[in-house]
């Protein structure tokens, strides 16, 4: 096997590793959705937030992975968080196609959003009404993400049979 085989099996067995701790991060916030409901004091927020920082953590190693060993580095920007997201929405002729839909690129733009806020913010500046709709709608984001970053492995399974 080559190491240019080698190389895509591993970003594949990188993603793979993210998806179960997504599956995790996803379990835990249905444990936290049946305890706190719709209205969460203070702390239950922090934990909410906790874990929405989680999910677009995970997606943004599989993401930078992508960058570095198929894409040739991840920006240099100060932005690069933002670029990164960019990029795995576009195909890079002859070398990979698109990580993630347009469509995808927009929902999870709104996890990185929040992931900047949480980082950058006292957790008593959290606000609910804010971030509502972020954990609301984590399940179908993720089910997308899943559903697309499923198609770019079946990509990374056929490029490492042809360069074998």
Not at 99 to 118: A, T
Request: charged content about 30%.
């Amino acid at each position: 096997m080559s190491v240019e085989s080698q190389k895509l099996l591993r970003v594949k067995s990188v993603i793979t590793n993210e998806i179960k701790s997504i599956m995790a991060i996803e379990t835990d916030l249905k444990k936290w959705k049946s305890l706190h409901g719709r209205s969460p004091g203070p702390f239950e927020i922090r934990a909410a937030g906790s874990l929405l920082q989680d999910f677009y953590n995970c997606i943004e190693r599989i993401f930078e992975m992508i960058g570095r060993d198929l894409n040739g580095g991840i920006p240099a920007s100060d932005d690069w968080h933002k670029e990164i997201l960019n990029n795995m929405a576009m195909g890079i002729e002859k070398v990979r196609p698109a990580v993630i839909s347009e469509n995808l690129k927009k929902d999870l733009n709104n996890y990185l959003k929040f992931r900047h806020l949480f980082r950058n913010i006292y957790g008593a500046k959290l606000e609910w009404s804010k971030m509502e709709f972020l954990v609301s709608g984590l399940p179908e984001a993720f089910k997308k993400f899943e559903k697309e970053i499923k198609v770019f492995c079946r990509f990374l399974d056929k490029a490492s049979e042809e360069i074998k």
